[in-house]
T-cell receptor, first 113, second 115 residues
């Protein structure tokens, strides 16, 4: 079946630190991969996506590379800011999943000034 | 332009009551999805519509849950005989059409509390 596993939080970092949030997946077919972000009190927003192997999604200084050989889509940012504090969700979608998003449990990120 | 809207934003009800949750998708989006999110977890798929028809309702937990989209735009999620375990945030999303590359845009959610 399809599933997404992401590192447990909370992850607490100081401002300007390097961020990695791990995400691995199991999927039938050829999934597209997504990172969504949920800021406090707001709805889910797409942060970045990649639709095929070796694609790199990027947005707002965040990056993630679709690695088919390791079935991973780790989220990285070189220098985090307090405003990046949020919950980050890794997700996948496939035709075989009938286009429903399959989600990880979410990782809460806390950035301290 | 307007995003996905959901009403009400909060709903408190008593066990055994009936509730309706409404979703207004982005204009022109043919695919509409309902998810449920419990505290500290990722969203869980409930049902998705392509146009007026339910293309996949495999995520509905039981027959107390039902959803409609009669004109291919607004959708209503209906829950009969609510139970405390139904308490969660109910999320609606829409996309231009179904597919692996189309972004799903999410509404702010309806927080349902069953007392």
């Amino acid at each position: 079946g399809n599933s997404v596993t992401q590192m447990e939080g909370p992850v607490t970092l100081s401002e300007e630190a390097f961020l990695t949030i791990n995400c691995t997946y199991t999927a039938t077919g050829y999934p597209s991969l997504f990172w969504y972000v949920q800021y406090p009190g707001e709805g889910l927003q797409l942060l970045l996506k990649a639709t095929k192997a070796d694609d790199k999604g990027s947005n707002k200084g965040f990056e993630a590379t679709y690695r088919k050989e390791t079935t991973s889509f780790h989220l990285e940012k070189g220098s985090v800011q307090v405003s990046d504090s949020a919950v980050y969700f890794c997700a996948l979608i496939t035709r075989e999943s009938n286009y429903q998003l399959i989600w990880g449990a979410g990782t809460k990120l806390i950035i301290k000034p | 332009g307007a995003g996905v809207s959901q009403t009400p934003s909060n709903k408190v009800t008593e066990k055994g009551k009936y509730v309706e949750l409404r979703c207004d998708p982005i204009s022109g989006h043919t695919a509409l999805y309902w998810y449920r999110q419990s505290l500290g977890q990722g969203p869980e798929f409930l049902i998705y519509f392509q146009g007026t028809g339910a293309a996949d309702d495999s995520g509905l937990p039981n027959d107390r849950f039902f959803a409609v989209r009669p004109e291919g735009s607004v959708s209503t999620l209906k829950i009969q005989r609510t139970e405390r375990g139904d308490s969660a945030v109910y999320l609606c999303a829409s996309s231009l059409t179904s597919g692996v590359v189309n972004e799903q845009f999410f509404g702010p959610g309806t927080r349902l509390t069953v007392l």
